[in-house]
C-alpha cells in the first residue's frame, strides 16, 4: 500500500514536499516514481529514483524538483521548488520490482495566485 501527502494549494514561485508512505512491501527493493496527471491531459513521470538511489526526472521540472528516499522509514519524498502554475495537477506515486507494480492513491497539487 501506498499513501501519498503533502499536496496542497501553494502560490507560483512556492515551494511543497510530497511524501509517500509504503506498507507491505520490502520498500528498499523497490524503484519508486512520481507521476503526475493533469486534467485532460496524459498522466506522465515526474521522477524517479531505483532501488540503488540512481535519480531520473523529466525535463519540465529539472533542476526545480528533487526525488529522495528514506529506507529506514520507507517512503519516498518529491521536494518540489520554484512551482509553476503548469506544475498543478495530481500527483501519484508508484513502486515497481519486476513485474510488480504498485499505485498509490493521488494528492491534489494546485499552483495558483
Known amino acids: 500500500q501506498l499513501q501519498a501527502s503533502g499536496g496542497g494549494l501553494v502560490q507560483p514561485g512556492g515551494s511543497l514536499r510530497l511524501s509517500c508512505a509504503a506498507s507491505g512491501l520490502t520498500f528498499s527493493a523497490y524503484d519508486m516514481g512520481w507521476y503526475r496527471q493533469a486534467p485532460g491531459k496524459e498522466r506522465e513521470l515526474v521522477a524517479r529514483?531505483?532501488?540503488?538511489?540512481?535519480?531520473n526526472y523529466a525535463d519540465a521540472v529539472k533542476g526545480r524538483f528533487t526525488i529522495s528516499r528514506d529506507n529506514a522509514k520507507n517512503t519516498v519524498y518529491l521536494q518540489m521548488n520554484s512551482l509553476k502554475t503548469e506544475d498543478t495537477a495530481i500527483y501519484s506515486c508508484h513502486a515497481n520490482f519486476a513485474s510488480f507494480n504498485n499505485w498509490g492513491q493521488g494528492t491534489q497539487v494546485t499552483v495558483s495566485s
Open positions: 529514483i531505483t532501488s540503488g538511489g540512481r535519480e
